[in-house]
C-alpha cells in the first residue's frame, strides 16, 4: 500500500515541473499557457528509505523492492472551476480519486512566467482554490439532500445518517470553512468517508521557491507555514527547478548539486514524508536472502491486517508474527544475531506494527 496524492495549483505555479521531477518522466508537458495538462497525468515512484538499503546489505538480499507512491498532476483550477470555468468539473472529479492534495503554491518571482490572476500572492491562491472545492462540495451536498429525500421519510437508516452528516457539513461549508473541520465520531467515519467531500482530503501545501530560497525559503513561504500551522495543515520548501535538474542527474552527481545549494537531501524526500506524517502512515520491512522490502500500512495497524497488505491469505489465516525492531536489527547484525540476544519477539493478532518492524508472518494456508 502506497497512497495517491493529487498535485492541485492555479495554472503557471510549477505543478508539471514538479512532477516531471518527482516521476522522472517527462509525461506532462510543462507549458507557459493555463489548461496544458488535460488528461491527469499519474506517476508511480519508489519511496526512498535508506533503512531498506541497510536490511538488504544484511541479510545479503538479491533484491531490494520499494514501497511505491502515486502522484497525479491536475491540470491547474481557475476561480469559478466549481461551476465548469476551465474544465473545472473534470479537474474536480480527479482530485475526488485522491487520498491527499498537494497544494502547489507559487512562491517566486519571474516576469516571464504568466501568474493567471496578475499577482504573486500564494495566501490569495490558496484561497480561491479551497473556495472551489468548498462550493463543489455544497452543489454535491445539496444534489445528494434531494436525492435521499424520499429514503429519510420512509425512516432508512442509512439515509438519515447521511442526511445529518450531510447538514453538518452544509453548515460548516457555508461559513467558509471546509468540511475537515467537523469532528466526526467513530460509528459515523464510514458514512462520512463515502460522501468523498472534496474538502475532507487532507492537505499538504507545497511552497515552490525560486532555487536561492530552496534551503531556507522566503517571505512568501513564510507567510504559507503560518497559514498551514493555524490549519493543521502541512507544509514543504521546494524548488521546482532544482528538482527538475536534480532529475537529470546520477546519484553522485545529484548529491553534489544538493550539497552545493546547501539541500540534505532532494524535495521528494521531504515531500513523501510529509505527506505520511499528513495521512498517518508508517513502513515496514520482510527481510531476507531473496528480496528486502517495505510495506507501507497506516499508524496503529494490527499484525493480521498488516499481514493481509501483502496477501489477504496472510491474513485469514493469521497466527503470528516473528518481530524484530528496525534498531536491533541493525545493531545486532541480522535475524540471527537478533534472535540470540532474545530480541525477536512473538506477537499475536492484538499486537500493534511499529514504524520500521521487520516481520515474518506465519499463517495457516
Not at 480561491?128 to 424520499?150: F, G, V, W, Y
Not at 457539513?169 to 460522501?195: H, N, S
Not at 502541512?234 to 548539486?257: K, M
Amino acid at each position: 500500500m502506497g497512497f495517491k496524492m493529487g498535485i492541485v495549483g492555479l495554472p503557471n505555479v510549477g505543478k508539471s515541473t514538479l512532477f516531471n521531477a518527482l516521476t522522472r518522466t517527462a509525461a506532462a508537458q510543462a507549458a507557459n499557457f493555463p489548461f496544458c495538462t488535460i488528461e491527469p497525468n499519474v506517476g508511480d515512484v519508489a519511496v526512498p528509505d535508506a533503512r531498506l538499503t541497510k536490511l538488504a546489505g544484511i541479510a545479503a538480499s538479491k533484491q531490494i523492492i520499494p514501497t511505491r507512491m502515486t502522484f497525479v498532476d491536475i491540470a491547474g483550477l481557475v476561480k469559478g472551476a466549481s461551476k465548469g470555468e476551465g474544465l473545472g468539473n473534470q479537474f474536480l472529479a480527479n482530485i475526488r480519486e485522491t487520498d491527499a492534495i498537494a497544494h502547489v503554491l507559487r512562491c517566486f518571482e519571474d516576469g516571464d512566467i504568466t501568474h493567471v490572476e496578475g499577482r504573486i500572492d500564494p495566501i490569495a491562491d490558496a484561497e480561491t482554490i479551497e473556495t472551489e472545492l468548498m462550493l463543489a462540495d455544497l452543489e454535491s451536498i445539496e444534489k445528494r439532500l434531494q436525492n435521499i429525500t424520499r429514503k429519510i421519510r420512509g425512516g432508512d437508516k442509512e439515509a438519515v445518517q447521511q442526511e445529518r452528516l450531510m447538514q453538518a457539513a452544509k453548515a460548516l461549508l457555508e461559513e467558509g470553512k471546509p468540511a475537515r473541520l467537523l469532528a466526526v465520531a467513530d460509528e459515523d467515519q464510514k458514512a462520512w468517508r463515502m460522501l468523498q467531500l472534496l474538502t475532507t482530503k487532507p492537505i499538504l501545501y507545497v511552497c515552490n521557491v525560486e532555487e536561492a530560497a530552496a534551503a531556507t525559503g522566503n517571505a512568501q513561504s513564510a507567510r504559507v507555514a503560518e497559514m498551514a500551522a493555524a490549519q493543521g495543515a502541512a507544509h514543504v520548501v521546494i524548488s521546482a527547478q532544482i528538482e527538475e535538474e536534480i532529475a537529470q542527474l546520477d546519484p553522485e552527481e545529484a548529491a553534489l548539486f544538493l550539497s552545493e545549494m546547501g539541500l540534505e537531501e532532494p524535495g521528494l524526500d521531504r515531500l513523501i514524508r510529509a505527506g505520511y506524517a499528513l495521512l498517518g502512515l508508517q513502513t515496514y520491512f520482510t527481510v531476507g536472502p531473496k528480496e528486502a522490502r517495505a510495506w507501507t500500512i497506516r499508524r496503529g495497524t494490527l499484525a493480521p491486517q498488516a499481514a493481509g497488505v501483502i496477501h489477504g491469505d496472510f491474513e485469514r489465516g493469521f497466527i503470528r508474527a516473528e518481530t524484530i525492531a528496525y534498531d536491533d536489527y541493525i545493531a545486532l547484525n541480522g535475524e540471527t544475531g537478533a534472535k540470540d540476544a532474545g530480541k525477536m519477539r512473538v506477537e499475536g493478532k492484538t499486537y500493534e506494527v511499529k514504524d520500521g518492524d521487520v516481520l515474518h508472518f506465519l499463517f495457516n494456508a
